[in-house]
Structures are given as structure tokens and as C-alpha cells.
């Protein structure tokens, strides 16, 4: 792409196994720039894994995963992935940020002015002295997010971010990831929260048993499921919000 | 017992000057040797944490054996090196302090390795992904590690230090226990014992375990107060 | 703390380390019972105000001793075991053997005495009846001047010890001291310097049995070790230590060195053929 832009991502019959098991069994799928897509299923359908598989923390069993244009090693990543545990280092807030920029290559004073903007688009710039591990649950999450944006990648990856917080952690999270998505950023966020995915998607890509078994538009999805799973699983899940 | 303990606030007491040189001695020999075993250990540890190199898991092995090296085999092998019939006798430097430090750091760099790769292997099981995905290559990652996890790595410094302040093997043989040159707290309680001055020596002990606890109690302040503040 | 601070404390520390490169020194090998009969103590500083030379002694046993200056680690041999050190010599490894002074043994022993040796004056009849009467007896085995004196006193006794030696007779591989508290512990008889003897402080129940025989008599002599063999000996320093020792001011230093008002060294530098 002239730009540079490395959307869309293509996957193509990637398989992946560990330990003798299939987790990940021949999905294909195109993720293209814009809507917010959900990836949603049960416990144990694939999420993480094909998480990881797209952001390059894994590699496949087999198939291929190309993005459009490819990162040079060394510099600032485009995408960027927000984990269910946030793992912070033992140091200040707004040092967490730096580090960030730091390993991307960024000098100063552009770094100072990164991190003062991540900081606040999360609200966090008050805590910015903080150590980073004294903070509750959910201003550790919204850190990790503001870690995460800081270089406002082109893919933000988020792996059930609000799944160990609390509601109005979780809702403070979701206020953020909206902001982020309406700033650019494509969202790509794995979850089994019926409520979430629907208060944040564009679109449902549906994983049941390391199969992409459904994929639509979110309205759709919730309201005419084609398969029998997706079907199950909406009836199935309870509707916490 | 009580006399041992009677010589041994008499010695503090008066500040009897052998005593403080032969204590600063045996501080600095062991202060000296644990700052090198440590610039060269943690680096190591990390790598063999973080890094994935042949050989890498026979190393790990040798160095959590050698974690148990006799002091007294250190010695001997440190002192054929710096005889004057050994490969490094020019240096001249047997029977120096400067033998001392360097039989010490030999004895404890396996120790703040091996202690330190297990601390940084800890931490990067925890860390692996997330650093990963900011794009840090394994250098950047271990360095990050080694600050990171600098609480647990005081710690093992502790173990360094104790180990070294408490041996008198090596120092004896490289040192040569000479009065007012490589005389240290160890080798003047050995030397004690072997005159059958008992209460002299068992004095000096007690001052010598005084010390370490205090190092250790200074030591683990600093680290609840750290932790304290950093998470 | 980060590289820059760790560097700057330890070159603090390696600055603060006793520089022993700066002034003039030499190291003598010795024996441990030398050493801990305090004679150093009393005559170095004699030495070192005159000529200015800090004398670095190393205490071993004799044969470590020895085999210490034939690595070329030691500048001055003082020893007192003068078959070794004439086998030294012929080796080529020390220039000239001089006398400087003698002390001597004397047979250590449990106050009960099993062996009835007490008050004796003839210390190869004393040892004939340790042997016979299977009393226990501590041996330092190390190869030092003390040990090789015990053998050689068995060996004129009439007594293989290396055959002949039973249960009784404990091998140790200690030094003095050491062996001492091995006597004392156990209630042995053992062969001992009367200097080690007089400072030692963990007697337990044992006293003097035999002394004054002649041939408990025991020799030292102090060699230079030879600087064609070893380029890095302290050529002129050694010397100067080697000269001052026989000297009549360092024999009247040696002299004048008492424990408990006792005189432990015999100066006899002057005596042909010791």
C-alpha cells in the first residue's frame, strides 16, 4: 500500500496445534480497516490463541497470515495488543508509557508529549507519578490501554481486556476502547460478554472449537443467527451486560 | 561462653584497632568480590533467562552445581593460576588482597547467576508477552527484567555476600593469612582455634555473625520500604 | 542502582583496598608453629624500622613450606627441618643455608600418664612405652619440621612407625594447634615445640611428660631461594632479611623473645656446622 498501512490482515487456512491438540483448525478470514470487529465464542473456542496467531505472538501450525505491508524490525509497532491481566512494569505510570515509546525508538521531547496525551485520553494524568502496581484493577487496564495507543498503532488487539475487572471498571475500559475506535484505531477484541460485544462491534466473527463457524454484521448476528452454535450460544450465555 | 562473649564486647568496645582492620578487610575483600560477581553474573543470569542459544541448558545445569563449589578447591585452583609457576604468576598478586577478591568472586558468581536466572525466568514467564508485543528485542527484554526484578536480585546478592564473608577456604590458601596484609576475620578465627585461644575465636565470630545480620536487617528494610513504594 | 553508580562504588572499594604493591616488602615462607609461638611478631618490627622492608610471612608446615619457594611464591625460606631443607638446596632451588637459632620439643601428655613416662629424660625410651602400652598418640602427619622430627625420633627408637603403628597412633595432618586440641580432646600423648605448647590455651588435662633430651633439640635455618631460578625473588631485600637474622643484632632479637618469662629461641648462628 502507498501508505504504508498494514490492513488488511488475510489469514488462510491457519491451523494451530499444542500439545497434541488442535485448538486452531483451518480458519480463514480477511480483517479490513474500519469496523470494530468482535471476535466472540465460548470459553476454550479459540479466542486467545487466534489472537495471539493474528498480532504475531504465536506462529501457525500450518497456513499462512499475511499482513498488507510488513513492519520494519526497529520501528514503531502499528499494532499494538491489550492483554486480560495487565503486566506493568515496576515503575511509575507515566514511565510504563515511556517505556513503550522508548523501545519504539522515540526521543525526547516527542516522547514527553506522547505520553502526557495517552495519559489523559485514558484519564489518567493525574496518577502520573503513581507506581503503576499500586493502582486498582481497572486504572491498571486503562494504562495498559493508554501503553498500547501511545503510539496510535494502525490495530489495537484486545484479548477479554474487562474480563477480571469489576462493572464500572469495566464500563470506564469500554468508554476508552469507543474513544479509540472513533479516533481511527481498528479495534479487534476477543470476548464471550453477549453485552459487550454487542455494545462495542461492528461486526461478529464467531469461533466455536477452533472453527470460524459464523461471521455478520452485529445486529444481524444477534438478531437472525444463521448457525445452530451461534444460535446455542446467544441463548445459552447469560445477558450480563 | 560468657567469656567468648565478654572478649568479644571488649574487643567492640575499645574499637581495638587490629580488629578494625582485620573487620574493614574482610568487608571490602567481600564487598569487592560480590560487585564483580554481580556486573558479571546478572547479565548472565539474564541471558540464560531470556536468551535461546545452544548449550544454554547445560550451562544452567553446571552453574546450580557449581552454586556448591568447596571454597577451599577455589582457592587451589585460583592459587595455581596466580603462582609464579602458574599461567598468571606475573601478575604478581598472590598473597594480596587483591588474590582474595579474586577467588571470592569465583566462588559466588555461580550463586548471583544462578539465583538471578531464576528470578528473571520467573519474571519473564510473566512479562514474555507483553514485552514481545511492545516489540522489545531479548537484549532490551533483559535489561528490562534485570531493573525490574532488582528486589529479588538484592536478595541474591545477600546470598552472595554471606557466602563470601563467611568462607575462609579460598582466602586462606590465595591470601596466606598474613598478619596486618590478608588477615581476615575467617582466617583469624581459624588461626585462634589453632593457637586454642577458644574464647578469642568464638568472640570473633560473634562479631563476625553480628555483622552479617546487620547487613541482612539493612538490606531487608530497604527492600519492604522499596517494595512499598513500587508494588 | 544503575552501571554507572555500581562502577564508581566499586572503584571506590578497589581504591580503598590495603595497596601492599607500594611499599617494600618480601615474603617469607615459615611454619605455622613458628609463626604461632609469636617470634615474628616480636622480631619483624625490629627488622622493618632498620631497613624500611615489610616482612610478609606466610605459615605453613614445613614440606608446604618448602614446596611454596620451589614455585618461586616465597623470597626467604626459615624452616627448621634440615634434611629438607639440604634436599632443597642440592635441588638448587636456595642459595645458602645459615643457622639462626634452635628450640625444642618436648612429649606432651595426659596427667594420668597410662604410658608412666612422666619426669623422663631419654625420649626414645618415653616412645618405646607409648608404643608398647598402646596409649594414644597424636601425630601431625603434614610433613612439617615437627612431624619429620617425630618420625626420625622413632626411627632411632628402633620403631618402624609406618608398620608398626596401631590404632593407637592417630594420623592426623594437622598443624600444631590443631593436633593439640586432637590431644587434648582425646587425652593423647603428642610431640610438640615448646613455643606452640607454651601459648596454647586449651590444655585440658595435659603437661609436659619428657624434656630436655638433646635430641629433642630442633634446628632453624634461613636460605634465600635462589633468584637464577626464580627471576622475581627479591634479590636484595631477601639478602638483607637473610643478613640481619644472623646478624648479632637480629640473634640478640631472637633471644630476648620470652613467653611467661621464658626464653623459647637459642640464637646459634655462630655454632659451625648446626
Same mark, same amino acid.
Given at each position: 500500500?502507498?501508505?504504508?498501512?498494514?490492513?488488511? &490482515?488475510?489469514?488462510?487456512?491457519?491451523?494451530? !496445534?499444542?500439545?497434541?491438540?488442535?485448538?486452531?483448525?483451518?480458519?480463514?478470514?480477511?480483517? !479490513?480497516?474500519?469496523?470494530?470487529?468482535?471476535?466472540?465464542?465460548?470459553?476454550?473456542?479459540? $479466542?486467545?490463541?487466534?489472537?495471539?496467531?493474528?498480532?504475531?505472538? &504465536?506462529? /501457525?501450525?500450518?497456513?499462512?497470515?499475511?499482513?498488507?505491508?510488513?513492519?520494519?524490525p526497529?520501528? /514503531?509497532? $502499528?499494532?499494538a495488543?491489550?492483554?486480560?491481566?495487565?503486566?506493568?512494569?515496576?515503575?511509575?505510570?507515566?514511565?510504563?508509557?515511556?517505556?513503550?515509546?522508548?523501545?519504539?525508538?522515540?526521543?525526547? /521531547? $516527542?516522547?514527553?508529549?506522547?505520553v502526557?496525551?495517552?495519559?489523559?485520553?485514558?484519564?489518567?494524568?493525574? &496518577?502520573?507519578?503513581? /507506581?503503576?502496581?499500586? &493502582?486498582?484493577?481497572?486504572?491498571q487496564?486503562?494504562?495498559?490501554?493508554?501503553?498500547?495507543? !501511545?503510539?496510535?498503532?494502525?490495530?489495537?488487539?484486545?484479548?477479554?481486556?474487562?474480563?477480571?475487572?469489576?462493572?464500572?471498571?469495566?464500563?470506564?475500559?469500554?468508554?476508552? %476502547?469507543?474513544?479509540?475506535?472513533?479516533?481511527?484505531?481498528k479495534? *479487534?477484541?476477543?470476548?464471550?460478554?453477549?453485552?459487550?460485544a454487542r455494545?462495542?462491534?461492528?461486526?461478529? *466473527?464467531?469461533?466455536?472449537?477452533?472453527?470460524? *463457524?459464523?461471521?455478520?454484521?452485529?445486529?444481524?448476528?444477534?438478531?437472525?443467527?444463521?448457525?445452530?452454535?451461534?444460535?446455542?450460544? %446467544?441463548?445459552?450465555?447469560?445477558p450480563?451486560? | 561462653?560468657?567469656?567468648?562473649l565478654?572478649?568479644?564486647?571488649?574487643?567492640?568496645?575499645?574499637?581495638?584497632?587490629?580488629?578494625?582492620?582485620?573487620?574493614?578487610?574482610?568487608?571490602?575483600?567481600?564487598?569487592?568480590?560480590?560487585?564483580?560477581?554481580?556486573?558479571?553474573?546478572?547479565?548472565?543470569?539474564?541471558?540464560?533467562?531470556?536468551?535461546?542459544?545452544?548449550?544454554?541448558?547445560?550451562?544452567?545445569?553446571?552453574?546450580?552445581?557449581?552454586?556448591?563449589?568447596?571454597?577451599?578447591?577455589?582457592?587451589?585452583?585460583?592459587?595455581?593460576?596466580?603462582?609464579?609457576?602458574?599461567?598468571?604468576?606475573?601478575l604478581?598478586?598472590?598473597?594480596?588482597?587483591?588474590?582474595?577478591?579474586?577467588?571470592?568472586?569465583?566462588?559466588?558468581?555461580?550463586?548471583?547467576?544462578?539465583?538471578?536466572?531464576?528470578?528473571?525466568?520467573?519474571?519473564?514467564?510473566?512479562?514474555?508477552?507483553?514485552?514481545?508485543?511492545?516489540?522489545?528485542g531479548?537484549?532490551?527484554?533483559?535489561?528490562?527484567?534485570?531493573?525490574?526484578?532488582?528486589?529479588?536480585?538484592?536478595?541474591?546478592?545477600?546470598?552472595?555476600?554471606?557466602?563470601?564473608?563467611?568462607?575462609?577456604g579460598?582466602?586462606?590458601?590465595?591470601?596466606?593469612?598474613?598478619?596486618?596484609?590478608?588477615?581476615?576475620?575467617?582466617?583469624?578465627?581459624?588461626?585462634?582455634?589453632?593457637?586454642?585461644?577458644?574464647?578469642?575465636?568464638?568472640?570473633?565470630?560473634?562479631?563476625?555473625?553480628?555483622?552479617?545480620?546487620?547487613?541482612?536487617?539493612?538490606?531487608?528494610?530497604?527492600?519492604?520500604?522499596?517494595?512499598?513504594?513500587?508494588? | 542502582?544503575?552501571?554507572?553508580?555500581?562502577?564508581?562504588?566499586?572503584?571506590?572499594?578497589?581504591?580503598?583496598?590495603?595497596?601492599?604493591a607500594?611499599?617494600?616488602?618480601?615474603?617469607?615462607?615459615?611454619?605455622?608453629?613458628?609463626?604461632?609461638?609469636? @617470634?615474628?611478631?616480636?622480631?619483624?618490627?625490629?627488622?622493618?624500622?632498620?631497613?624500611?622492608?615489610?616482612?610478609?610471612?606466610?605459615?605453613?608446615?614445613?614440606?608446604?613450606?618448602?614446596?611454596?619457594?620451589?614455585?618461586?611464591? #616465597?623470597?626467604?625460606?626459615?624452616?627448621?627441618a634440615?634434611?629438607?631443607?639440604?634436599?632443597?638446596?642440592?635441588?638448587?632451588?636456595?642459595?645458602?643455608?645459615?643457622?639462626?637459632?634452635?628450640?625444642?620439643?618436648?612429649?606432651?601428655?595426659?596427667?594420668?600418664?597410662?604410658a608412666?613416662?612422666?619426669?623422663?629424660?631419654?625420649?626414645?625410651? #618415653?616412645l618405646?612405652?607409648?608404643?608398647?602400652?598402646?596409649? @594414644?598418640?597424636?601425630?601431625?602427619?603434614?610433613?612439617?619440621?615437627?612431624?619429620?622430627?617425630?618420625?626420625d625420633?622413632?626411627?632411632?627408637a628402633?620403631?618402624?612407625?609406618?608398620?608398626?603403628?596401631?590404632p593407637?597412633?592417630?594420623?592426623?595432618?594437622?598443624?600444631?594447634?590443631?593436633? @593439640?586440641?586432637?590431644?587434648?580432646?582425646?587425652?593423647?600423648y603428642i610431640?610438640?615445640?615448646?613455643?606452640?605448647?607454651i601459648?596454647?590455651?586449651?590444655?585440658?588435662?595435659?603437661?609436659?611428660?619428657?624434656?630436655?633430651?638433646?635430641?629433642?633439640?630442633?634446628?632453624?635455618?634461613?636460605?634465600?631461594?635462589?633468584?637464577?631460578?626464580?627471576?622475581?625473588?627479591?634479590?636484595?631485600?631477601?639478602?638483607?632479611?637473610?643478613?640481619?637474622?644472623?646478624?648479632?643484632?637480629?640473634?640478640k632479637?631472637?633471644?630476648?623473645?620470652?613467653?611467661?618469662?621464658?626464653?623459647?629461641?637459642?640464637?646459634?648462628?655462630?655454632?659451625?656446622?648446626?
Amino acid at each position: 500500500m502507498s501508505n504504508g498501512a498494514i490492513l488488511p &490482515l488475510c489469514l488462510d487456512g491457519v491451523t494451530f !496445534a499444542a500439545g497434541g491438540r488442535t485448538i486452531i483448525d483451518g480458519i480463514s478470514l480477511e480483517i !479490513a480497516a474500519g469496523p470494530s470487529t468482535i471476535i466472540l465464542g465460548a470459553n476454550g473456542a479459540g $479466542k486467545s490463541v487466534l489472537m495471539r496467531l493474528m498480532h504475531g505472538l &504465536l506462529a /501457525p501450525s500450518s497456513g499462512r497470515i499475511g499482513w498488507t505491508a510488513l513492519e520494519q524490525p526497529g520501528a /514503531p509497532r $502499528k499494532q499494538a495488543m491489550v492483554f486480560q491481566r495487565p503486566v506493568l512494569l515496576r515503575r511509575s505510570v507515566q514511565a510504563n508509557v515511556a517505556y513503550a515509546l522508548k523501545v519504539a525508538g522515540v526521543g525526547e /521531547p $516527542k516522547r514527553g508529549t506522547l505520553v502526557r496525551e495517552a495519559l489523559e485520553s485514558v484519564g489518567l494524568a493525574h &496518577l502520573a507519578h503513581r /507506581p503503576a502496581r499500586v &493502582l486498582s484493577g481497572g486504572e491498571q487496564q486503562r494504562l495498559a490501554l493508554a501503553r498500547a495507543w !501511545a503510539l496510535h498503532p494502525e490495530v489495537l488487539f484486545l484479548d477479554e481486556p474487562t474480563a477480571s475487572l469489576d462493572p464500572s471498571a469495566t464500563r470506564e475500559i469500554e468508554a476508552v %476502547i469507543r474513544a479509540f475506535d472513533a479516533a481511527g484505531t481498528k479495534i *479487534v477484541m476477543a470476548t464471550h460478554n453477549l453485552g459487550q460485544a454487542r455494545r462495542l462491534g461492528d461486526e461478529i *466473527v464467531f469461533l466455536d472449537q477452533g472453527r470460524l *463457524v459464523e461471521r455478520a454484521p452485529v445486529e444481524q448476528f444477534f438478531s437472525k443467527p444463521q448457525s445452530a452454535q451461534a444460535a446455542a450460544f %446467544i441463548r445459552g450465555e447469560l445477558p450480563w451486560t | 561462653m560468657t567469656e567468648a562473649l565478654t572478649t568479644a564486647l571488649s574487643l567492640l568496645v575499645t574499637f581495638d584497632p587490629k580488629l578494625v582492620e582485620i573487620v574493614l578487610l574482610s568487608l571490602s575483600v567481600s564487598l569487592t568480590a560480590v560487585g564483580i560477581a554481580a556486573l558479571l553474573g546478572f547479565p548472565l543470569g539474564a541471558a540464560l533467562a531470556v536468551g535461546r542459544f545452544p548449550g544454554r541448558r547445560t550451562l544452567i545445569v553446571f552453574l546450580n552445581a557449581f552454586m556448591g563449589l568447596p571454597p577451599v578447591v577455589v582457592g587451589l585452583v585460583v592459587y595455581l593460576l596466580l603462582s609464579r609457576a602458574g599461567p598468571l604468576g606475573s601478575l604478581g598478586i598472590l598473597f594480596t588482597p587483591s588474590a582474595m577478591v579474586i577467588a571470592q568472586t569465583v566462588l559466588i558468581l555461580p550463586i548471583i547467576a544462578a539465583l538471578s536466572r531464576q528470578a528473571i525466568d520467573d519474571a519473564w514467564r510473566e512479562y514474555e508477552e507483553q514485552l514481545r508485543s511492545l516489540g522489545a528485542g531479548r537484549a532490551d527484554a533483559a535489561l528490562t527484567l534485570l531493573w525490574d526484578t532488582r528486589f529479588s536480585l538484592l536478595t541474591t546478592v545477600l546470598a552472595g555476600f554471606g557466602r563470601a564473608a563467611a568462607e575462609v577456604g579460598a582466602v586462606m590458601i590465595v591470601g596466606g593469612n598474613i598478619d596486618g596484609v590478608t588477615r581476615v576475620m575467617t582466617t583469624t578465627i581459624a588461626l585462634e582455634t589453632s593457637k586454642g585461644d577458644l574464647p578469642l575465636a568464638l568472640g570473633l565470630g560473634i562479631i563476625l555473625i553480628a555483622i552479617v545480620i546487620a547487613v541482612n536487617a539493612a538490606a531487608y528494610l530497604t527492600k519492604e520500604l522499596a517494595q512499598r513504594r513500587y508494588g | 542502582m544503575d552501571l554507572r553508580k555500581r562502577l564508581l562504588l566499586l572503584a571506590a572499594l578497589a581504591a580503598a583496598l590495603p595497596a601492599g604493591a607500594q611499599e617494600k616488602f618480601i615474603v617469607v615462607a615459615s611454619t605455622t608453629s613458628t609463626e604461632q609461638s609469636g @617470634l615474628f611478631g616480636h622480631i619483624l618490627p625490629a627488622f622493618q624500622k632498620k631497613t624500611g622492608i615489610q616482612v610478609r610471612v606466610v605459615a605453613l608446615g614445613t614440606g608446604q613450606a618448602l614446596d611454596l619457594a620451589r614455585r618461586g611464591d #616465597a623470597d626467604v625460606v626459615f624452616v627448621h627441618a634440615r634434611s629438607a631443607e639440604e634436599k632443597f638446596l642440592a635441588e638448587g632451588h636456595g642459595v645458602k643455608r645459615f643457622p639462626v637459632m634452635y628450640n625444642d620439643f618436648v612429649l606432651i601428655g595426659p596427667k594420668s600418664d597410662p604410658a608412666k613416662v612422666a619426669g623422663g629424660k631419654d625420649i626414645l625410651d #618415653a616412645l618405646k612405652k607409648v608404643k608398647s602400652t598402646g596409649s @594414644l598418640f597424636v601425630s601431625r602427619g603434614d610433613r612439617s619440621g615437627t612431624h619429620i622430627a617425630e618420625l626420625d625420633l622413632w626411627k632411632l627408637a628402633g620403631i618402624d612407625i609406618a608398620k608398626d603403628k596401631g590404632p593407637w597412633y592417630k594420623d592426623t595432618g594437622q598443624g600444631m594447634g590443631p593436633a @593439640l586440641n586432637t590431644a587434648s580432646a582425646m587425652d593423647g600423648y603428642i610431640l610438640s615445640d615448646r613455643g606452640t605448647w607454651i601459648s596454647f590455651k586449651n590444655r585440658g588435662d595435659l603437661v609436659i611428660e619428657v624434656e630436655g633430651d638433646k635430641r629433642l633439640f630442633n634446628q632453624y635455618g634461613v636460605m634465600l631461594v635462589n633468584p637464577d631460578k626464580h627471576p622475581n625473588v627479591k634479590k636484595d631485600l631477601g639478602q638483607a632479611f637473610v643478613d640481619w637474622v644472623i646478624s648479632p643484632e637480629g640473634q640478640k632479637a631472637i633471644a630476648e623473645y620470652k613467653i611467661g618469662g621464658e626464653q623459647l629461641f637459642f640464637p646459634n648462628a655462630g655454632t659451625p656446622g648446626a
